[in-house]
């Protein structure tokens, strides 16, 4: 089993949609929790950070459930500059290494 | 201020050469890693530096593989002799020390080849 699992997609979607990613994770002493985009050919880049209690960067909002080892992305009124991989990211009880998803591709179309 | 850089960007090698990858972190980042994705697979880690140091290696997929950062600023990753199953993009990381290691910012990456 994968130490981090997430659909691969693709998620193809309108402008102005509204879609969810879903991750989840094997290691229950996992510490830390993150969303990084990728954009084709280029590096990752930290989108969010995520925490039990939820929280919110504009049109993303991130959600973890310890309890079910479950992690999610909201993304409202997709942009065309949306368009990217999601990469679910895991930082466990090892100092610093993380641990990535396989990627979800999302595709937003005019 | 500048960001992690990777060199080279690209390396098409024949199976039983010899390749050395470098990453320059960011100024200051005392915490060093490197990463790789192999084609149709999630981004693996490889190893860790803290300054000179290796903290965690237990990516390192064999002893064909030498990671080594001298002075404790940048890093090369030497991969001797390569096979095809090395082939994929490389990616190195940095962060500061005392966040924690909370944000790793990534460089662009290397892309081998091995024909």
């Known amino acids: 089993r994968k130490e981090v699992e997430q659909d691969p997609g693709p998620f193809n979607v309108p402008e102005g949609a509204t879609v969810a990613f879903n991750c989840t994770y094997s290691n229950s002493a996992s510490q830390s929790f993150f969303w990084y985009r990728q954009d084709c050919r280029k590096e990752p880049k930290l989108l969010m950070s995520v925490y039990s209690s939820g929280n919110e960067d504009g049109r993303f909002t991130a959600q973890l459930n310890r309890a079910s080892q479950y992690i999610s992305l909201l993304i409202r009124d997709s942009k065309l500059s949306d368009s990217a991989t999601y990469l679910c990211v895991v930082r466990g009880t090892s100092y610093g290494k993380l641990t990535f998803g396989q990627g979800t591709i999302l595709t937003v179309h005019p | ?115």
């Open chain 2, 1 to 115: 201020e500048a960001g992690v850089t990777q060199f080279p960007s690209h390396s098409v090698i024949e199976k039983g050469q010899t390749v050395t990858l470098r990453c320059d972190p960011i100024s200051g980042h005392d915490n060093l890693y490197w990463y790789r994705r192999v084609m149709g697979k999630e981004i693996k880690f490889l190893l860790h530096f803290v300054k000179e140091s290796k903290q965690d290696e237990s990516g390192m997929p064999n002893n064909r593989f030498l990671a080594e950062r001298t002075g404790g600023t940048y890093s090369t990753l030497k991969v001797q002799p390569a096979e095809l199953e090395d082939s994929g993009v490389y990616f190195c990381a940095s962060s500061h020390l005392t966040s924690g290691g909370y944000e790793q910012y990534f460089g662009p990456g290397t892309r081998l080849t091995v024909t």
